[in-house]
């Protein structure tokens, strides 16, 4: 989950704005899959299986909350607009 404690956020944010304005939407996937990539390896501890598999597992997490709080809504409203699937 990415509820953090406020001043934990607070630390973080000002660098993760400047961070996403530096993402090209010209080549926002390739930029965001690097920038990722890079921040878990530089977050790999000693490389050993319980780090990949918290890591793994942190990506996980964040891909099931983004569809969550995001997508499925998003999807919610364009079945109410075009119908469901039948």
């Given amino acids: ?40 390896l530089l977050n790999k501890g000693e490389g050993r299986y319980k780090d990949w598999n918290e890591l793994v597992g942190a990506l996980e997490s964040c891909k099931l909350e983004l569809y969550r709080k995001h997508i499925a809504p998003y999807e919610d409203e364009k079945i109410k607009e075009n119908g469901d699937v039948e």
């Fill in 1 to 40: 989950m990415p509820y953090i404690l406020p001043q934990d956020r607070e630390r973080l944010d000002p660098t993760i704005t400047e961070l996403a304005k530096l993402i090209s939407t010209d080549q926002r996937a390739g930029d965001l899959n690097y920038t990722i990539t890079k921040l878990l």
